[in-house]
């Protein structure tokens, strides 16, 4: 995105195009209507309902030169919603419009390899990791994992909330596990032995200006994202020290918007690096109810040049995410919300989908309090209340 791009101040009728059509959208999208903006939202196939409340939901697909024409017609500034965006499109955008986050922090975030070569090479702390694109390359990886370490195999590129991913022992049969994993390029990581995961959510805007939201603690369930707890329950110096690297990392991207940093921290006290989102996350989501500015308005202020808000907590934050699983897959109908609507400090937020799954995320809840221990304890009773297992302890 060109820093010189004009600003596109609330209430002038502007229109913001965004590149996909799911949840975050969506949300982007809220905040952009309570500001006075449009909305065109690109879904690159039939909208699956998050899309809907957009001006305008452009469904061809991201390689049709129609839908592309459409989109740079209505949008007078672009983002993403979604980093696994064709490259070729994320250029033909971005040639013609103001785009935020730009095409190189897109392209690095959607592709591990690059991801983690970029991390490396800037020298930023991440787990050990090996290029693997054949089962001798892979035979070589395994041998260099220290004695008893082990390692987790993931796809190159396409891979999020697990997928893609597989767990091997140092002494694994590399053809064998070559062939079963069935992807043509992958990067083999040396598994960590984790204390915590945690995540930094920060904005960027076009002068370099940066805020970050307090470290969020991360629990996981089936390899989804389940509660994020806000603050994370970590020593300062290690969100001090997360922040920090966060920070560095959207300065080395000139990165302009809201980018999500995903980290480990190991049982020894090292922090390192994991993932890389440019754009809002899930771990992000309480700021709508437990911030002054949520990480949706961030990324809606950066992209249209406007100074960024405040990210100051207002309260403690529990958010507990809600998938298709709580839902009756043969008919469709939603648990009973009761628990949710009866309990002070609880926000529901559900993202229009019209079809649950399992493992598909059709929500959240917010839940916010004065002090950590009681919200969590909160949470945890209304997630017994839909079946949800205790989690955060």
Not at 28 to 50: H, Q
Not at 188 to 203: D, G, K, N
Not at 240 to 246: E, F, T, V
Not at 248 to 268: C, P
Request: hydrophobic fraction near 40%; proline fraction near 7%.
């Amino acid at each position: 995105m060109s820093h010189t791009a004009p600003v596109l101040a609330p209430g002038t009728g502007a229109t913001i195009g965004i590149l996909g059509g799911g949840q975050l959208g969506r949300m982007l999208a809220l905040e952009a209507r309570r500001m006075g903006y449009r909305i065109v939202s690109w879904s690159g196939g039939p909208d699956s309902g998050p899309a809907a409340l957009a001006d305008v939901v452009i469904e061809g697909a991201f390689d049709d030169p129609g839908a592309l024409e459409q989109f740079l017609g209505a949008a007078d500034a672009a983002t993403v919603e979604f980093e696994n965006i064709p490259s070729d499109l994320l250029e033909a955008v971005a040639g013609r419009l103001p785009m935020a986050p730009n095409t190189r922090s897109v392209i690095t975030a959607q592709h591990r390899e690059r991801e983690k070569t970029f991390l490396a090479n800037a020298g930023f702390p991440c787990a050990p990791f090996w290029i693997v694109d054949s089962e001798q390359q892979l035979a070589a990886a395994l041998a260099a994992l220290p004695d008893g370490a082990g390692g987790v195999l993931k796809t190159a590129e396409f891979g999020y909330d697990g997928k893609g991913q597989a767990k091997v022992d140092r002494d694994a049969d590399p053809a064998a596990t070559w062939e079963a994993f069935g992807a043509p390029r992958a990067v083999l990581e040396q598994r960590i032995e984790l204390a915590s995961e945690l995540s930094v959510v920060l904005a960027r805007g076009r002068d370099g200006a940066t805020a970050h939201f307090q470290p969020v603690e991360n629990f996981h369930r089936d390899h989804i994202l389940d509660l994020s707890l806000a603050p994370a329950r970590l020593p300062g110096e290690v969100s001090d020290r997360a922040a920090a690297i966060a920070t560095a990392i959207a300065d080395e991207l000139d990165y302009v918007g809201t980018l999500a940093v995903e980290f480990f921290l190991s049982t020894a006290g090292e922090l390192m690096v994991n993932e890389l989102a440019p754009r809002p996350h899930n771990s992000g989501h309480h700021t709508l109810d437990a911030c002054q500015t949520s990480q949706f308005e961030q990324q809606l202020r950066a992209l249209c040049g406007l100074p960024l808000g405040s990210p100051r907590p207002t309260s403690t934050a529990a958010m507990s995410n809600l998938l298709g699983d709580l839902w009756d897959l043969e008919t469709g109908a939603p648990p009973d919300w009761a628990p949710v609507l009866e309990t002070p400090g609880a926000h529901l937020h559900l993202y229009g989908k019209r079809h649950p799954r399992r493992g598909r995320k059709m929500g959240h809840i917010t839940f916010t309090g004065s002090d950590l221990d009681s919200t969590l304890s909160t949470a945890n009773r209304v997630r017994s209340a839909l079946g949800l297992p205790e989690a955060g302890r």
